[in-house]
């Protein structure tokens, strides 16, 4: 173990299981240590066990897991504003003349703890949607966060509130105060988390994949803010994220996790430029680059079954062929998709927010098109209008050379089997009452596309394809980290064999290693079957390594699009530029 100068966090022998009929140990022996205003970064693939040790730590695990070892949080009184339950004697505080206090966290009370969390421990969590109220307003629900644990009047709280959704770059931080999530994009809704996690200076923020929903340039502006707040408050920082180039340059130690346990613990530099483990080679090898574009991306196996020595090897198999044709799958011309931003007292729309402001292109079959660009600027907006989930006010849709923008909604049900959609949050999209096995049956019996039965066969085939044990049929979507639930989704959108598939930030979510599987699985599926792409993400490299053409959006507008290697290796633009100058 690391010897940490000044420990905050002090992590021994860390034992997680779940009982029950299928009991099974979770994660096992982690041992680790944080200390003051440094950073840890933990890495490994979805399910590996890092977010259970971040729940852990905040005393959050369901009542089925079983928690054992040691974890000892040493709270600064000079940096607390609250009383903090001495765990000796749980009737007195702290003595004033010691200037820390040992918190044991397996061993607290459920009152100690929430005197801790979110005063002396913030946790920015994966899925901002299902940690957000969709009743409240975001600025309520950030300001109640302030309340909490700081005894201020309620109008300077909410001044603070407002204060701090400018500081995580939220445009119009006042307006953007009494709106709902559901008015925000993905990533505006991870920025209002983070917000909430960082807004009472806590002695040790846990950051769970903060900024998976976020593009490059947004991204970077975040991190730069955590690091300075960090800093300005040496702040221990545990930050786990699937993206190492990003651990490399957030963090000072890296944890790389797999199937619960420990492979290998260090100084970053040492970790990831020199890596022991032959795991931690192969998350390294998986990442997309250039040199792997046009070819399968390694995967977690390849250096599992025999260890490799070097990670930065090529695979050897033949390249992808295109099979991009000159036939127009899909065309949009002059799109244009408004919000109504202000109502008069009459009900009368004001003011509007234009979405997606004249949009034109057209995807060919067999293409795979790539979409880029931040946060809020219409992709998943314009995405939603292709499939029918969003009206357009003007412009055209044509798909197959049938016009789908004046369609009776009857049609889309039709149109829906041809034309399917990976959402960019998994936890919504999927029923939470419905078992896997049913999610994924649902779309071939509605449109009886399968016989009765053989449904749960092909269920079966569609969990294979995206790397799911058989027994994840009969499980709930709660039951699955983020990373294995996207895989569902992209099962289900591939039920239905469609013709073009809309991937809106469908591996944002995937450590790299997963991330490999399904980069391969979709180029295998656009090979086997034809498919064309819409592949939205604002990870670049990605985009680059899988698209043939790519358009960048900015504000609503196409301000760029051209051949994946001219745009993202020669951009025009100077919003193309600041967008892979943001890049890691």
Same mark, same amino acid.
């Given at each position: 173990?690391?010897?940490?100068?000044?420990?905050?966090?002090?992590?021994?022998?860390?034992?997680?299981?779940?009982? &029950?009929?299928?009991?099974?140990?979770?994660?096992?022996?982690?041992?680790?240590?944080?200390?003051?205003?440094?950073?840890?970064?933990?890495?490994?693939?979805?399910?590996?066990?890092?977010?259970?040790?971040?729940?852990?730590?905040?005393?959050?695990?369901?009542?089925?897991?079983?928690?054992?070892?040691?974890?000892?949080?040493?709270? #600064?009184?000079?940096?607390?504003?609250? !009383?903090?339950?001495?765990?000796?004697?749980?009737?007195?505080?702290?003595?004033?003349?010691?200037?820390?206090?040992?918190?044991?966290?397996?061993?607290?009370?459920?009152?100690?703890?929430?005197?801790?969390?979110?005063?002396?421990?913030?946790?920015?969590?994966?899925?901002?949607?299902?940690?957000?109220?969709?009743?409240?307003?975001?600025?309520?629900?950030?300001?109640?966060?302030?309340?909490?644990?700081?005894?201020?009047?309620?109008?300077?709280?909410?001044?603070?509130?407002?204060?701090?959704?400018?500081?995580?770059?939220?445009?119009?931080?006042?307006?953007?105060?009494?709106?709902?999530?559901?008015?925000?994009?993905?990533?505006?809704?991870?920025?209002?988390?983070?917000?909430?996690?960082?807004?009472?200076?806590?002695?040790?923020?846990?950051?769970?994949?903060?900024?998976?929903?976020?593009?490059?340039?947004?991204?970077?502006?975040?991190?730069?803010?955590?690091?300075?707040?960090?800093?300005?408050?040496?702040?221990?920082?545990?930050?786990?994220?699937?993206?190492?180039?990003?651990?490399?340059?957030?963090?000072?130690?890296?944890?790389?996790?797999?199937?619960?346990?420990?492979?290998?613990?260090?100084?970053?530099?040492?970790?990831?430029?020199?890596?022991?483990?032959?795991?931690?080679?192969?998350?390294?090898?998986?990442?997309?680059?250039?040199?792997?574009?046009?070819?399968?991306?390694?995967?977690?196996?390849?250096?599992?079954?025999?260890?490799?020595?070097?990670?930065?090897?090529?695979?050897?198999?033949?390249?992808?062929?295109?099979?991009?044709?000159?036939?127009?799958?899909?065309?949009?011309?002059?799109?244009?998709?408004?919000?109504?931003?202000?109502?008069?007292?009459?009900?009368?729309?004001?003011?509007?927010?234009?979405?997606?402001?004249?949009?034109?292109?057209?995807?060919?079959?067999?293409?795979?098109?790539?979409?880029?660009?931040?946060?809020?600027?219409?992709?998943?907006?314009?995405?939603?209008?292709?499939?029918?989930?969003?009206?357009?006010?003007?412009?055209?849709?044509?798909?197959?050379?049938?016009?789908?923008?004046?369609?009776?909604?009857?049609?889309?049900?039709?149109?829906?089997?041809?034309?399917?959609?990976?959402?960019?949050?998994?936890?919504?999209?999927?029923?939470?009452?419905?078992?896997?096995?049913?999610?994924?049956?649902?779309?071939?019996?509605?449109?009886?596309?399968?016989?009765?039965?053989?449904? #749960?066969?092909?269920?079966?085939?569609?969990?294979?394809?995206?790397?799911?044990?058989?027994?994840?049929?009969?499980?709930?979507?709660?039951?699955?980290?983020?990373?294995?639930? !996207?895989?569902?989704?992209?099962?289900?959108?591939?039920?239905?064999?469609? !013709?073009?598939?809309?991937?809106?930030?469908?591996?944002?979510?995937?450590?790299?290693?997963?991330?490999?599987?399904?980069?391969?699985?979709?180029?295998?599926?656009?090979?086997?079957? &034809?498919?064309?792409?819409?592949?939205?993400?604002?990870?670049?490299?990605?985009?680059?390594?899988?698209?043939?053409?790519?358009?960048?959006?900015?504000?609503?507008?196409?301000?760029?699009?051209?051949?994946?290697?001219?745009?993202?290796?020669?951009?025009?633009?100077?919003?193309?530029?600041?967008?892979?100058?943001?890049?890691?």
């Amino acid at each position: 173990m690391i010897s940490a100068e000044n420990p905050i966090l002090t992590v021994k022998g860390l034992q997680i299981t779940f009982a &029950g009929p299928g009991a099974f140990t979770a994660v096992n022996n982690v041992s680790f240590t944080v200390g003051k205003g440094k950073t840890l970064a933990i890495v490994g693939e979805s399910g590996s066990g890092k977010s259970l040790t971040a729940l852990a730590i905040m005393g959050l695990l369901p009542k089925t897991a079983s928690l054992s070892g040691d974890l000892t949080l040493v709270i #600064q009184q000079s940096n607390s504003k609250s !009383q903090i339950p001495n765990p000796q004697n749980q009737n007195q505080s702290p003595e004033v003349d010691n200037p820390n206090s040992k918190f044991q966290i397996p061993n607290s009370k459920f009152h100690d703890l929430r005197l801790i969390r979110g005063k002396e421990i913030g946790m920015v969590f994966q899925e901002p949607m299902s940690s957000l109220n969709p009743v409240m307003s975001v600025g309520k629900q950030l300001a109640e966060a302030i309340l909490a644990h700081q005894k201020i009047p309620a109008n300077e709280a909410k001044q603070l509130a407002i204060g701090w959704l400018g500081k995580v770059q939220l445009p119009e931080p006042f307006k953007m105060y009494s709106r709902y999530p559901h008015e925000l994009s993905g990533g505006q809704k991870q920025r209002v988390m983070i917000a909430m996690a960082m807004c009472n200076h806590p002695a040790l923020l846990i950051a769970d994949e903060p900024t998976t929903a976020l593009d490059t340039t947004v991204q970077q502006e975040i991190i730069r803010l955590m690091h300075y707040l960090q800093q300005e408050h040496q702040s221990a920082m545990i930050f786990i994220t699937h993206d190492l180039t990003l651990a490399a340059t957030i963090a000072d130690d890296v944890l790389v996790m797999y199937k619960g346990e420990m492979m290998e613990y260090g100084a970053a530099a040492e970790v990831l430029q020199h890596p022991q483990n032959a795991y931690t080679q192969a998350l390294l090898a998986c990442k997309p680059s250039p040199a792997n574009k046009g070819h399968m991306l390694p995967i977690v196996a390849d250096f599992l079954h025999s260890v490799k020595k070097e990670h930065t090897i090529l695979p050897t198999e033949e390249p992808y062929q295109s099979i991009t044709t000159n036939t127009p799958l899909l065309e949009v011309k002059n799109l244009r998709i408004s919000f109504t931003e202000h109502k008069n007292l009459f009900g009368t729309p004001q003011r509007y927010i234009k979405a997606v402001d004249d949009v034109s292109f057209t995807l060919n079959k067999g293409e795979i098109l790539g979409l880029v660009g931040e946060s809020g600027c219409g992709k998943s907006t314009l995405s939603r209008s292709l499939v029918g989930l969003l009206p357009a006010h003007s412009g055209e849709i044509i798909f197959n050379g049938e016009g789908l923008t004046k369609i009776p909604l009857k049609d889309w049900s039709y149109v829906r089997t041809k034309i399917q959609m990976i959402f960019q949050d998994p936890y919504s999209s999927l029923n939470p009452r419905m078992t896997i096995g049913d999610a994924l049956m649902e779309p071939m019996m509605t449109h009886k596309t399968v016989p009765k039965n053989e449904l #749960q066969k092909e269920a079966l085939r569609l969990l294979d394809l995206v790397q799911l044990p058989a027994a994840t049929l009969h499980r709930y979507p709660h039951e699955f980290s983020g990373g294995q639930r !996207q895989r569902i989704g992209i099962a289900r959108a591939l039920s239905l064999r469609p !013709q073009l598939l809309i991937c809106d930030e469908s591996v944002s979510a995937l450590d790299v290693s997963i991330q490999a599987q399904i980069l391969n699985l979709l180029k295998g599926l656009q090979k086997e079957f &034809g498919l064309t792409y819409l592949f939205i993400s604002h990870d670049l490299s990605v985009v680059h390594y899988i698209s043939d053409r790519v358009m960048v959006m900015q504000a609503g507008k196409i301000v760029e699009a051209g051949d994946a290697e001219q745009v993202l290796k020669q951009p025009k633009d100077e919003y193309t530029k600041r967008l892979i100058e943001a890049m890691p």
